[in-house]
């Protein structure tokens, strides 16, 4: 075959422009981890680590993690607190979507709304926590001073908020939720902008009202979106460590103690255990995983696997096709 002079390949612009952000990825985010994982098999350790060696177990540092209560414990906290962000979070999310996207409801100044109830995700985890931890101190702090002017409370005897478990694993899930509900809300709306106003047309002639709608043509619709959704609240969920570490450091009695709290506190508090902390990251990357599979298992859409292996299939007839062409010198 004759190659076609003249004729200008773009494709090379797109590797060359690609080349920032690979670079970036291999130091930055394969490297670290990479090392994570080798370190995680070793025996790293001390203020100022000696040479490490490989361990004649090598998943000695995984087996005490595993059996240990307190990552058993800060795992149980890390999904109890994300659980209980996340449900109240996706549920508010939905119906202010839903309220701020349906034509019917002529809401006046949405942009005002978005971007007052978006305002919280921009704000950092540090003055949040100190804005909390303000608000909850004891023995003074606004909230004890307007539960004991409403009668809640006895005058004069403040609750003291911070060393009651239940109620500090509530007010950290509680921030997340505050801080991520906004985020949430936006993505769920450009999914649901998304969608071609024809359907909402032939739902409202064929008398839907707004709740059939929703649960009818919006949400299978915006089923990507929600996947994508669930898995970020996932990873991030799993991840949390800013507002448990600087709002209770962890405590009362290791009531908000997460997973990243638990693998910072044994990588940089004391024990210097880089090798059990790098251990301890490999488990939750692994765990991670599994969840973020089972999530795309379970939210993946039927049809629109059929259509993909079919369309697999039309392409791989395709290029035999022009595979045998080519033999033939056409």
């Not at 800060?74 to 839903?98: G, R, S």
């Amino acid at each position: 075959m004759k190659k076609n002079k003249g004729v200008v390949k773009y494709n090379k612009y797109g590797y060359l422009f690609s080349i920032p952000f690979v670079v970036a990825f291999l130091i930055f985010q394969l490297y670290p981890i990479v090392y994570t994982a080798v370190i995680g098999f070793t025996d790293l350790k001390g203020a100022v680590p000696r040479e490490a060696h490989f361990l004649s177990n090598p998943f000695e540092n995984f087996k005490q993690i595993l059996s240990s209560s307190t990552f058993q414990g800060a795992f149980k906290n890390t999904v109890f607190m994300w659980i209980c962000n996340f449900i109240p979070q996706i549920l508010l999310a939905l119906l202010l979507a839903a309220w701020f996207t349906d034509r019917r409801w002529k809401i006046k100044g949405q942009g005002i709304y978005k971007v007052l109830l978006y305002m919280p995700n921009i704000i950092t985890a540090a003055t949040i926590a100190i804005l909390f931890k303000s608000l909850f101190d004891y023995p003074k702090s606004p909230v004890n001073d307007i539960l004991m002017k409403v009668g809640i409370l006895p005058q004069g005897q403040p609750y003291n908020f911070p060393i009651n478990k239940g109620w500090s694993r509530g007010i950290v899930a509680f921030i997340q939720f505050w801080m991520w509900y906004g985020y949430t809300m936006l993505i769920l709306i450009s999914g649901i902008l998304g969608i071609s106003p024809d359907i909402f047309d032939a739902a409202e002639v064929d008398g839907a009202n707004k709740v059939q709608t929703f649960f009818m043509i919006t949400l299978p619709n915006i089923r990507t979106i929600l996947l994508f959704t669930l898995v970020t609240s996932l990873i991030g969920g799993l991840n949390m460590f800013d507002i448990p570490k600087l709002f209770l450091l962890g405590g009362p009695d290791s009531a908000t103690t997460t997973t990243s709290v638990f693998i910072y506190n044994q990588a940089f508090s004391g024990g210097y255990l880089y090798n059990r902390a790098a251990a301890a990251s490999m488990i939750m990357f692994v765990v991670i995983m599994i969840c973020s599979a089972l999530l795309f298992i379970i939210m993946r859409d039927p049809d629109e696997s059929g259509y993909g292996k079919a369309e697999a299939k039309r392409l791989k007839q395709m290029r035999k096709l022009q595979k045998n062409a080519a033999k033939g010198g056409v």
